[in-house]
């Protein structure tokens, strides 16, 4: 239970009313440890609420802003005007992928969002929204199941990901078991930290879509402390694997959202998982398409 502000003198005859400085605190959002989004970034809150002070890039670290070169290679700039190809860096971020134009125009997106919004968002860590079609996972304990809930992706999830699967030889083969779907607001100072996502569930290669708004994924190596900065054009998609899956860090600041972000990521099942009877369901299931809620079930979830 979370302890009061402040607590009335034990030699008081009678306790005062408390006021609303001390009246006990109430969690304003779903952040927890180092998690953070702006109902719940101040210093004092945090502390009183049991988190973990936030984290940032350390001020040593040596920040590159990544650029297409004219033959599609990813070069990063950094402040004392070298140039580096990404796979030429200290530590080598390859197998990183950017795929412009996934969705084809304003038009095609604007269908996609209303398709998209037809769905309940429930809340989530770091200010942020999600929907989440797969399986669940409690990551601390490294135990995973195949709810019965989960009966498949909604309609236009194959459709994107075939376009990202075929702008790279490296995806194919690829078999998504989650389609997880995540709403970033400005005004929520919604984020990302940086983070690998677990090795002992997902596979090698992730795939996104970034709908709504461009933004900027940073690349953080601890090792070397370089990080890089590369854009995430509106309506484009990504790849993440080998080395830049395993080796490097990767996050959303929050000052790189403006207004709202959509953000669609596509994982697969470790090769052992895969060919486990748990593992075999879940990619059934991801085959399916999900009917979307009844529309005044929709009407009802709106938050």
């Not at 993440?240 to 099942?269: K, M, N």
């Amino acid at each position: 239970m979370t302890e009061p502000a402040q607590v009335a003198s034990i030699n008081s005859a009678e306790a005062p009313i408390p006021t609303s400085d001390e009246k006990i605190l109430q969690k304003p959002c779903n952040c927890v440890g180092i998690r953070s989004c702006a109902l719940c970034a101040d210093p004092g809150l945090r502390e009183a609420l049991g988190l973990h002070q936030t984290r940032g890039l350390p001020p040593d670290v040596d920040v590159g802003d990544v650029e297409i070169s004219p033959t599609g290679e990813l070069l990063a700039r950094f402040p004392d005007g070298r140039v580096i190809a990404l796979d030429k860096l200290e530590v080598p971020l390859s197998g990183f992928e950017v795929y412009p134009d996934i969705v084809k125009d304003q038009e095609e997106e604007r269908s996609l969002l209303e398709s998209i919004e037809a769905w309940p968002w429930q809340p989530s860590q770091s200010g942020r929204w999600k929907q989440d079609f797969g399986p669940r996972a409690n990551f601390k304990k490294q135990l995973v199941k195949v709810p019965e809930h989960f009966q498949g992706f909604p309609s236009y999830a194959f459709d994107l990901l075939q376009r990202a699967c075929d702008r790279s030889e490296t995806l194919r083969g690829f078999e998504a078991v989650e389609c997880l779907l995540l709403k970033y607001e400005e005004e929520r100072g919604a984020n990302h930290d940086f983070h690998v996502d677990d090795t002992w569930l997902w596979g090698e290669r992730i795939v996104g879509i970034t709908l709504g708004s461009s933004s900027v994924f940073t690349f953080y190596e601890p090792k070397s402390k370089v990080a890089v900065r590369v854009p995430l054009p509106q309506r484009s998609g990504y790849l993440i694997s080998g080395r830049a899956r395993y080796d490097w860090q990767h996050g959303i600041l929050c000052d790189d959202i403006r207004e709202v972000r959509i953000a669609i990521t596509y994982r697969e099942l470790t090769e052992e998982l895969a060919e486990t009877d748990l593992g075999k369901l879940a990619l059934e299931r991801a085959k399916h398409v999900v009917a979307e809620p009844p529309k005044e079930e929709q009407q009802q979830q709106q938050h």
